[in-house]
């Protein structure tokens, strides 16, 4: 009877363990997904710049964590980005819709650079933005309304481009955290 017991209580531990590792393994690897989304979307970001003149994006590579890149700030509780922060470093090229897959990304700033192009309408997928700096820049088009999704957002700066039309003030009215 001792041996059947043994034997169930062992088995029962075996699978205890195993459910463990399978619940540990599966929130790492969780993890671990969120960071290589933000790192492609990073990645996404450098392949629509084609002059880097400072070579500011050379830390972009594979050879340290993302969140170690210049320019990227990572929250310290789930190393998410957070922060983009490029002014004043004469980048060209477009800027990447994959922008749009940095989900707790909270500053944008790539003012003072010669982005062109339109402003994605995948930046309204970052519900927790609150600043957005794209000035003095070369971007055309018009500012997306859908912008207005963005409802922690207390700044935008958008001066000094080639932007048409009208502010969407009727969608942007719906930011009341804005100053």
Not at 5 to 16: D, G, Y
Not at 17 to 41: C, G, I, W, Y
Not at 133 to 141: E, H, V
């Amino acid at each position: 009877m001792w041996e059947l017991r043994s034997s169930t209580l062992a088995n029962i531990f075996l699978l205890l363990s195993v459910a463990m590792n399978f619940s540990v393994s599966h929130v790492s690897a969780s993890k671990k997904f969120q960071n290589e989304t933000d790192r492609l979307a990073l990645l996404e970001f450098k392949n629509q710049i084609f002059d880097d003149p400072f070579g500011v994006l050379n830390s972009w590579n594979h050879s340290q964590h993302h969140c170690q890149w210049e320019g990227v700030t990572c929250s310290t509780r789930h190393h998410r980005v957070i922060a983009l922060i490029q002014r004043h470093k004469q980048l060209s090229g477009t800027i990447s819709p994959h922008v749009g897959n940095l989900s707790f990304m909270r500053f944008i700033q790539l003012g003072e650079n010669q982005f062109h192009g339109g402003i994605p309408q995948e930046f309204s997928r970052l519900l927790r933005l609150r600043v957005l700096n794209l000035s003095s820049n070369a971007l055309d088009g018009k500012i997306p309304e859908n912008l207005s999704y963005c409802a922690e957002m207390i700044a935008i700066d958008l001066t000094s481009n080639k932007l048409e039309g009208k502010i969407p003030i009727d969608q942007l009215s719906n930011l009341k955290k804005l100053k």
